[in-house]
């Protein structure tokens, strides 16, 4: 095996019956539900003229309607671009101009944008045809782009083989320890890596994926988390620290649930604590990986998370990190250096941009751009993003060690830190924080005071509507920024 949709054709082969998808509503969808519906698809990319190797746009939010357009997709060799459904008009007409895909698939919704693109619902795409052919393609096929979030300017298309997404989900199912009966509540959306890993590995091993809606309202989360018997949640920090803030975790039956996954940025050691106080039997993995990577680079394996809650771990199954100076030289413990991946996992490129893909693959190795150090025992600690650097004065500051400190402060769950420019000390160190939520700046300082030396402290505090996060939920830093400056 050695596509993506084969684990798709081989569950619903030998347990057609058993339920993949269970949606918002309740309603559940077999193995053999999803085949068919995506056989359907495929059929009728046949119709359409669609051929191998050609992109298709999904324009879908999570559900039957997207899991049938991705696997209907990759079984006729198509690459699957996916993008939220209301992506606004100007990144969409982009991502069009970039990947140039054969047609824009909705759920019939009208929008704007989409350029010189075909715009077709999927009603239209679905039809009573189905495709009875053998899926198309090799692992070394790109199976999909996906167009990173986007901190800083436009994305970038990540193209990923089914070589490098099917190793990534093996090592993730291996340190999971994923079975069958597993089911993962999911409020991540499937077209970004975080989503479509849960995607992939719970495809997997034959188990079934629970969508509990967005975190608008964590309380139904919550909810629905302990009423579909989930036995994993996943998310990003701001995820966990909305449950902790509004989801009443208190008061939920969360039996069935046994662990916790977090990525997409660090967990501050607070919520941590906050999180294993209110589930003490359930397991948290803080887990570290970028889009370029097929999702996954790094887990701490729960044991460790008393001796280490501000570690990214060490490799996963399947992947070589190393901590490397820029000449290329290894750190030393405790020296700072970039985190270096290797692995079947890596991207095979940016889409059609081969002075970026140079800038950071190279040699058959990631360098990813996070700054970190190493300890004796081998496990990394990331001290922040090279882009996210803070200067200020004659220092160079990291954001998240500040972020951490502050979460730590009764009744903060949020908070993002930024380089303000400034006349005299050409970038000031400013707190920002969910409005009703900011700590007094003299109450901030005196907190970090013992903690961080009074260059890490922040100059202001300030309060904003919402916090800007891309879609994965990083901090647009730059944005944060322009807020502040524009005020």
Not at 134 to 153: E, F, K, N, R, W
Not at 239 to 265: I, M, V
Request: with cysteine.
């Amino acid at each position: 095996m050695s596509r993506v949709v084969d684990d798709l054709l081989g569950w619903a082969d030998r347990t057609p019956d058993a339920p993949f998808l269970i949606e918002e509503v309740g309603t559940v969808h077999t193995y053999a539900d999803v085949l068919s519906r995506a056989r359907r698809f495929a059929g009728g990319l046949g119709a359409l003229g669609v051929s191998e190797t050609e992109r298709v746009l999904l324009l879908l939010p999570n559900g039957m309607d997207f899991l049938a357009a991705y696997y209907g997709t990759l079984l006729v060799g198509g690459t699957v671009v996916g993008l939220q459904p209301m992506t606004p008009r100007a990144t969409l007409d982009y991502v069009v101009s970039s990947c140039r895909p054969a047609l824009c698939v909705t759920d019939g919704r009208p929008r704007e944008g989409g350029g010189a693109a075909t715009v077709t619902p999927i009603s239209e795409i679905v039809g009573a045809t189905s495709y009875g052919g053998p899926a198309v393609g090799s692992a070394d096929s790109i199976a999909q782009i996906i167009y990173t979030s986007g901190t800083t300017g436009m994305p970038k298309g990540v193209t990923l083989s089914h070589r490098a997404l099917r190793a990534n989900t093996s090592g993730i199912v291996e340190y999971l320890e994923l079975g069958s009966s597993d089911r993962v509540g999911v409020v991540l959306d499937f077209v970004y890596s975080y989503g479509n890993s849960l995607l992939q590995t719970h495809c997997r091993v034959g188990g079934s994926l629970a969508l509990l809606g967005d975190m608008v309202f964590p309380a139904q989360v919550a909810t629905l988390l302990g009423e579909r018997e989930c036995t994993g949640f996943s998310g990003v920090p701001s995820t966990f620290a909305l449950l902790l803030k509004r989801g009443r975790l208190e008061g939920q039956s969360l039996r069935t649930l046994r662990y916790l996954t977090c990525a997409g940025g660090s967990l501050p050691p607070a919520n941590l604590r906050r999180l294993q106080r209110l589930l003490p039997d359930v397991q948290v993995y803080p887990m570290y990986g970028q889009t370029e990577a097929a999702a996954r680079l790094s887990y701490l394996p729960p044991v460790q998370l008393d001796r280490r809650p501000d570690s990214i771990g060490q490799g996963m199954p399947g992947v070589t990190l190393e901590v490397l100076m820029a000449d290329g030289r290894r750190a030393e413990a405790g020296e700072e250096g970039e985190i270096v991946a290797s692995g079947e996992n890596l991207m095979s490129g940016y889409w059609e941009d081969a002075v970026a893909t140079g800038e950071v693959l190279r040699n058959g190795k990631l360098w990813t751009g996070d700054l970190a150090r190493i300890d004796e025992e081998g496990f990394i600690y990331i001290t922040g993003r090279r882009s996210d650097l803070i200067k200020t004065g004659a220092y160079r500051v990291h954001p998240k060690e500040i972020e951490q400190a502050l979460v730590s402060m009764s009744g903060v769950h949020e908070c993002v830190v930024v380089g303000v420019p400034d006349e005299v000390w050409g970038e000031v160190v400013v707190a920002c924080f969910p409005r009703g939520t900011a700590p007094a700046l003299p109450a901030a300082r005196k907190h970090l005071r013992g903690v961080l030396p009074e260059y890490k402290w922040p100059r202001q505090v300030m309060e904003v509507d919402e916090l800007p996060r891309t879609a994965s939920g990083k901090p647009r830093r730059k944005e944060l920024v322009r807020i502040l400056t524009s005020a």
